[in-house]
């Protein structure tokens, strides 16, 4: 079945700098758009950034030159570099793919930015 497991996140001064990972099974990795959400507390759930199969990356204005999306399909795995962190980038980040009729997600990894 379809599994995508993050990891990476953490607490973080402002301007500081993590890399969250989404190691990602159970289908075709390759030919799939990646994306990373994001959802802080009482607010809704954000796209951040996504990926085509190609390696070709878009982003939300709010982290464009900070945040940078790449993947590995030899690992199966989807990264997220965030650098010259802020607080409001405090939040649940989330992996998603679609495929098909249906949206996957992993479990969350909690990013923390706070002096």
């Known amino acids: 079945q379809v599994q995508l497991v993050e990891s990476g996140g953490g607490l973080v001064h402002p301007g500081g700098s993590l890399r969250l990972s989404c190691a990602a099974s159970?289908?075709?990795?390759?030919?799939?758009?990646m994306r990373w959400y994001r959802q802080a507390p009482g607010k809704e759930r954000e796209l951040v950034a996504h990926?085509?199969?190609?390696?070709?990356?878009n982003y939300a204005d709010s982290v464009k030159g900070r945040f940078t999306i790449s993947r590995d399909n030899a690992k199966n795995t989807v990264y997220l570099q965030m650098n010259n962190l802020k607080p409001e980038d405090t939040a649940v980040y989330y992996c998603n793919t679609h495929l098909g009729l249906f949206d996957y997600w992993g479990q969350g990894t909690q990013v923390t930015v706070s002096s």
């Open positions: 159970g289908f075709t990795f390759t030919t799939y758009v």
């Open positions: 990926i085509s199969a190609g390696g070709s990356g």
